[in-house]
């Protein structure tokens, strides 16, 4: 069974600081892994995809990480602003016969201080 | 392009009750999900439709919750009767086909409280 965690469950910074979320899963059979944001009372927005072919994706200040044998990913945020802050949740598509739903892990809440 | 759209966004009931909830995924995606976000949680999948067709619904209690999706476009997942531990966020997502690298976009969600 995949099970996705996601360390740390919340973490406060002050602007301008990089920031590293992790997120790891148990089973590396995966086509992909996504990065989504989530603000409080809102539907969830894609930031990254990573194939299961890659190793990162960028866009803007972010930087995602896959390394598929351990089974980890990370989050990369550089030089954090207020506007950062919201929910980060990891999810991966499983590798089966039918269905192509994401698993997802318990999210990183981010609170940036001004 | 317009993006997925739900309605209601907030519902509040009584246990027992019945509720319905709507979704219209993005024109010309042929697969759409029903997630149900419990507080302090991620999404967990209720049901996954190809086209008009059921493709992974293991995880939908079906005693009580159902869904459909006529045309293969909008969707509708119902619950009777409701139970406390419903209250939940309930989006909807949808994606280009079954294809491994097709991205799930989401719907803003339904709000659900019973009480």
């Known amino acids: 069974k995949q099970e996705v965690t996601q360390i740390p469950a919340a973490l406060s910074v002050p602007e301008g600081e990089n920031l590293v979320l992790n997120c790891s899963f148990t089973?590396?059979?995966?086509?992909?892994l996504q990065w989504f944001r989530q603000d409080p009372g809102k539907g969830l927005t894609s930031l990254l995809l990573?194939?299961?072919?890659?190793r990162e994706q960028t866009s803007g200040r972010l930087n995602a990480s896959l390394d598929k044998s351990s089974g980890r990913s990370t989050l990369y945020i550089a030089a954090s602003q207020p506007g950062d802050s919201a929910t980060y949740l990891c999810a991966v598509r499983r590798v089966l016969q039918a269905g192509t739903a994401l698993i997802f892990g318990k999210g990183t809440t981010l609170s940036v201080s001004s | 392009e317009a993006g997925v759209a739900q309605s209601p966004r907030y519902k509040i009931i009584e246990k027992r009750q019945s509720v319905a909830f709507w979704c219209n995924p993005i024109?010309?995606?042929?697969?759409l999900y029903w997630y149900q976000q419990i507080l302090g949680q991620g999404p967990k999948l209720l049901i996954q439709?190809?086209?008009?067709?059921?493709?992974?619904d293991s995880q939908l209690p079906k005693d009580r919750f159902s869904a459909e999706r006529l045309k293969g476009v909008d969707s509708t997942l119902k619950i009777q009767p409701a139970k406390l531990e419903d209250s939940a966020v309930y989006l909807c997502?949808?994606?280009?086909?079954?294809?491994?690298?097709?991205?799930?976009?989401f719907g803003p969600g339904t709000r659900l409280t019973v009480t």
């Open positions: 089973d590396s059979a995966i086509y992909n």
């Open positions: 997502a949808s994606s280009l086909g079954l294809g491994q690298g097709s991205e799930q976009y």
């Open positions: 024109s010309g995606h042929a697969t």
């Open positions: 990573i194939q299961s072919s890659q």
């Open positions: 439709f190809q086209n008009n067709g059921v493709v992974d």
